[in-house]
């Protein structure tokens, strides 16, 4: 908006504050919006007469102010928002011919601000301090602005993303007796794990468990740590089932299409879950995570393994191991399918060393051979 227009914007509202009762005080400017957009409210609030408390004061509505909608998101004219230019012009000029005060509780979009005559019910954003009257929603907090709520939700998204890159996918809850695997679930560390605990709690776990710093992962998980892990993952399960959309009767279903029917009991409570559906799927991959946590005991150990910190280098020294007989070879005859694609012997063993510390591969007798880990990382055919 040029200059001129803006200009223009504040005269036609001057001309409005002139015709209204009372002594101005306030210009109060608050962001609303519909389905078209955002807008920013102006009101003037002028004092009645010298009685006491806010019953003196009366709210003449001005104008709303609407300048580009939401497209301006997109072609990069915003902040500032020239609604609230607007606002600040019409207010110095006011401002020069009275005692004015300017009531802006939001520069940028967000109709959970107060206006003034509110302004004694708001609470501060626990995130950027502006005032907000408390919101009821029981889906986000109440005592953080939408914009900050946003901005978090944001946050986690770019972190989750950025941890869950290639070298970090998938991750293997295993249960062992001895070194032999009696059950494994696969999960996927953000689709399952992260979406179930949630991005925050699974950093604070792995955390926890030791496993958030090292490049390689894989731990015996504690009685606690499964503990930790069934405590938050059965509500979560139990809330899954409530929520399950009702099962097509037989005389619905299209024909065709094999459905893929499975008895689970979960609770106490039989359900037939259809493999089909990707909300069932999710409750047949949680429900078999904690049965496999739930079996953790003396006995039985479960591990977590995760492919994180595996590079190509890696795959490609555990590749001949795993295609060997007893997942073992002499290490001379591993070096020579492997050198000199993979440099000289000194960075050969520095490989196999890393892999060792991840208990990928041990090395014993002059043989290497491919451990727990190496087994259950997912490696290509090729
Ligand atoms: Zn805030």
Not at 30 to 51: E, H, K, V
Not at 97 to 120: I, K
Not at 179 to 190: F, G, L, N, P, R
Not at 263 to 291: K, M, S, Y
Request: with cysteine.
């Amino acid at each position: 908006m040029g200059e001129t227009k803006l200009d223009r914007v504040v005269e036609e509202l001057l001309g409005e504050v002139a015709a209204r009762d009372g002594v101005p005080a306030v210009l109060e400017a608050t962001w609303d919006g519909d389905t078209q957009g955002w807008f920013l409210d102006l009101a003037l609030i002028c004092r009645l007469g010298d009685g006491d408390g806010e019953s003196r004061y009366r709210r003449h509505y001005l104008r709303s102010l609407r300048f580009g909608g939401d497209i301006r998101l997109f072609s990069g004219e915003v902040p500032p928002w020239p609604e609230v230019r607007v606002a600040r012009r019409l207010w110095e000029r006011l401002r020069a011919a009275r005692d004015v005060e300017l009531w802006l509780p939001a520069e940028e979009p967000d109709d959970d601000c107060p206006g003034w005559l509110e302004r004694h019910q708001a609470i501060a954003c626990r995130v950027c301090g502006k005032p907000i009257l408390p919101r009821v929603s029981p889906h986000v907090p109440t005592d953080v602005c939408h914009p900050c709520t946003h901005e978090r939700a944001r946050q986690a998204r770019v972190q989750i993303d950025y941890e869950a890159g290639d070298r970090n996918r998938a991750l293997f809850f295993t249960s062992l007796r001895g070194s032999e695997i009696v059950e494994q679930a696969k999960v996927d560390e953000i689709g399952d794990l992260g979406l179930h605990l949630g991005g925050r709690e699974l950093f604070r776990f792995k955390d926890r468990i030791g496993c958030a710093r090292s490049s390689y992962t894989c731990v015996t998980l504690a009685r606690e740590h499964v503990a930790y892990l069934l405590e938050r993952l059965t509500p979560r399960l139990h809330g899954l089932v409530a929520y399950r959309d009702p099962p097509p009767d037989a005389g619905q279903e299209r024909g065709g299409v094999i459905r893929r029917r499975r008895p689970f009991t979960i609770g106490d409570a039989p359900v037939v879950l259809d493999l089909n559906d990707e909300h069932d799927q999710w409750i047949a991959r949680l429900h078999r995570l904690i049965e496999l946590l739930r079996r953790a005991d003396d006995e039985l150990r479960v591990v977590l393994v995760g492919n994180e910190g595996i590079t190509p280098r890696h795959m490609a020294i555990m590749r001949p191991l795993k295609r060997a007989d007893g997942h073992r070879l002499a290490l001379a005859e591993l070096a020579k399918k492997l050198l000199p694609e993979l440099g000289g012997e000194a960075d050969l063993h520095r490989s196999l060393d890393a892999l060792a510390g991840g208990e990928c591969v041990a090395a014993r007798d002059g043989h290497v051979e491919l451990l727990l880990r190496g087994r259950l990382v997912p490696m290509s055919e090729d």
